[in-house]
Structure formats: structure tokens, C-alpha cells
């Protein structure tokens, strides 16, 4: 157990739907990562949050955004969802931005 | 374009041999490299790392080697054991004021008992 928490577990829902993913980190850890798992992409970084400021972002879709709370948990919202989207989704989080990161068990979304 | 890269997809071994991973990265600013073991319907767990000063990191059966040269590193499992079966993650960050992880395709690890 790695202390990161993601709910949902699992997640079916329709195109054009909207979802949140919710995240959170080790006690302590200040920083958030978001990443995505999908079949044909492997393990791709989607964004960071420290301390609730964004700190870097990937290849993230303009229709998926991003939040961190002041008690350091984190959402990832996903709207006008697509086939495409299905995939699964990691959160990490980290002590510091240069430590190792931890990741949560993830959340798998099944667009239909 | 693929700058950390796992070139085989899946690798088995015998119980108590050594399993040896490799992965190579294009990106010469990478200055820190981590390895992540993931089963199925769960996270990647962190299992070792290694910064771009060093070119050895050992933590009990698991040992890091570097070559920054040649822009690859590689993972030895000394002896394997049936539970290290799983997919195996190479991942790169080039730190600074960011530490976003750049993975690996992975490679799927099978320990034969």
C-alpha cells in the first residue's frame, strides 16, 4: 500500500459525459502528479500540482483539467468524454517536487 | 517520439537465475532514472533509482547499472523469485523544476518456478 488513495475505483460512463477522479496524496507529500494509462500509450504524465499550484503539464487534453484543494487532494476532471478516453489513471504524489513519486492504484475508465 | 525505451516486451526466467531488464533513453537531460514493478489492477510500485552521477545502485536482489554513454540502463534481479513476475517500468525525469516521469513501453517479466 503505497498511502495514495484514487476514487473511484472504476468508472463506466458515455460519450459526452463529464467525470471527476479524485486523488489522495501520501500524508505529508505536497506534490501531485496525474498520469494516464492507455493500451496503445503506455504510462503518459498529464500534470502536476505542488502545494495547489500547477507546476508542469503534459500532453493534456484541453477538455481535462485539474485541481489541488488546500488539504493537498486532487481532482482530475475529464469532460466530453470519448471512446479515446478510456483508459486508466494514475495519481502520484511525492514529499518534494524532485522526490520519488507514489502511485496510487489507479482509476479505470470505461467510456462507452 | 519515444525517449525512454523498453525494447522487449517480455522476458522469462528460471526461479533463482538472474533476470536482467534493459532500457535505453534518447534524452540526454534525463539526470534521474527510476524503476517501477506493476501488477495487474494496480498502481507501479517504486522499486529502485539511480541519479545520472552514479552508475550503480543496489538495494538487496535488485542492482541499477547506468551508462550514461550509451544512454541505457538496465535492472538485475538476483535470484528471481516467482512474486518479481509482473511488468517492469523503466522511467526518466530531468528533475529541475519539474519532476515529470517520462516511462517505458515496460517489459512483462515471467519467473518459471
Known amino acids: 500500500d503505497s498511502g495514495v488513495t484514487q476514487t473511484p475505483k472504476h468508472l463506466i460512463t458515455a460519450t459526452g459525459q463529464r467525470v471527476t477522479l479524485r486523488c489522495s496524496p501520501r500524508?505529508?507529500?505536497?506534490?501531485v502528479y496525474w498520469y494516464q494509462q492507455s493500451l496503445d500509450q503506455g504510462l503518459q504524465f498529464l500534470i502536476q500540482y505542488y502545494n495547489g499550484e500547477e507546476r508542469a503539464k503534459g500532453n493534456i487534453l484541453e477538455r481535462f483539467s485539474a485541481q489541488q484543494f488546500p488539504d493537498l487532494h486532487s481532482e482530475l476532471n475529464l469532460s466530453s468524454l470519448e471512446l479515446g478516453d478510456s483508459a486508466l489513471y494514475f495519481c502520484?504524489?511525492?514529499?518534494?517536487?524532485?522526490?520519488?513519486?507514489?502511485f496510487g492504484p489507479g482509476t479505470r475508465l470505461l467510456v462507452l | 517520439d519515444q525517449q525512454v525505451k523498453q525494447n522487449s516486451p517480455s522476458l522469462s526466467v528460471q526461479e533463482g537465475r538472474i533476470s536482467i531488464l534493459n532500457c535505453d533513453y534518447t534524452?540526454?537531460?534525463?539526470?534521474?532514472f527510476l524503476w517501477y514493478k506493476k501488477y495487474p489492477a494496480e498502481g507501479p510500485t517504486f522499486l529502485i533509482s539511480i541519479s545520472s552521477i552514479k552508475d550503480k545502485n543496489e538495494d538487496g536482489r535488485f542492482t541499477v547499472f547506468l551508462n550514461k554513454s550509451a544512454k541505457h540502463l538496465s535492472l538485475h534481479i538476483v535470484p528471481s523469485q516467482p512474486g518479481d513476475s509482473a511488468v517492469y517500468f523503466c522511467a526518466a525525469s530531468y528533475g529541475g523544476a519539474t519532476n515529470k516521469l517520462i516511462f517505458g513501453t515496460g517489459t512483462l517479466l515471467a519467473v518459471q518456478p
Open positions: 534524452n540526454s537531460m534525463f539526470d534521474y
Open positions: 500524508s505529508g507529500d505536497l506534490s
Open positions: 502520484a504524489s511525492s514529499t518534494r517536487q524532485l522526490e520519488t513519486q507514489y
